[in-house]
């Protein structure tokens, strides 16, 4: 009997600034090198440590609405006063070879991700132990402005109520137990899709 044809997955994970994406999607990665993650484009400024390429293509405001435009994007938002998006293709052409993919993104991003990729996408929120947790996690990463902290920390209790239309949250209290949570989740979807038989039908779940 011939394989059954698979496809890979996205996996998005969202949470509020400082709630720990870039460090959950990064052990993710470490950990499961058959996942891929996707670079977003991004107006934002470079932060100290960060590469072009590596952490986000940084583009100028004209760059990136010239992707949007262009329907390269499979994905974007406007998010703390910067523009964020995914490109398109890299993403589709890791689906279509079997490849998951990690895309870390924000609450608008998940929606839309949602709408394009439907259960293809496992919607993941990580949620910090509290808000005061938040703010100390920013704080100690030494990469905002006080007056960017307040921002983040506004917005973070909007995106907090989104997280009832995930189809997962995990608690990011301690880190080994989140990624213990996040592992077991990919590799849930991972035995759906083989069960489902290639599962390009729409009738694994999420
Ligand atoms: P995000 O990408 O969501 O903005 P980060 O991954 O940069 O968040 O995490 C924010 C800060 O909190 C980083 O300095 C990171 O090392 C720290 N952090 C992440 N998860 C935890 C955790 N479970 N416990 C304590 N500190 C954490
Ligand atoms: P940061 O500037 O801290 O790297 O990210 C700020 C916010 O933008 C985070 O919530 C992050 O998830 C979100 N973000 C990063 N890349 C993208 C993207 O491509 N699309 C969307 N919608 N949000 C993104």
Redesign the pocket.
Known sequence: MALPKTRGRAFVIS????????????RLLRALPRLTRSVSVTTRPMRRGERQGRDYDFVSPAAFHRLRRAGQLLEWARVHGAYYGTPKRPVLQALAGGRDVVL?IDVQGARQVRRALGRRAALIF?LPPSVE?LRR??V??R?ETPAAIRR?LAAARRELSCAAWYDYTVV????TR?MQDIRAIVSAHGRVVARAGGAASGQERG
């Open positions: 949470s509020p600034s400082g709630g720990g994406k870039t460090t959950v999607a990064a870390s990580l947790h996690r920013l100690r990463r990469t983040r990011n209290d301690r880190l989140a």
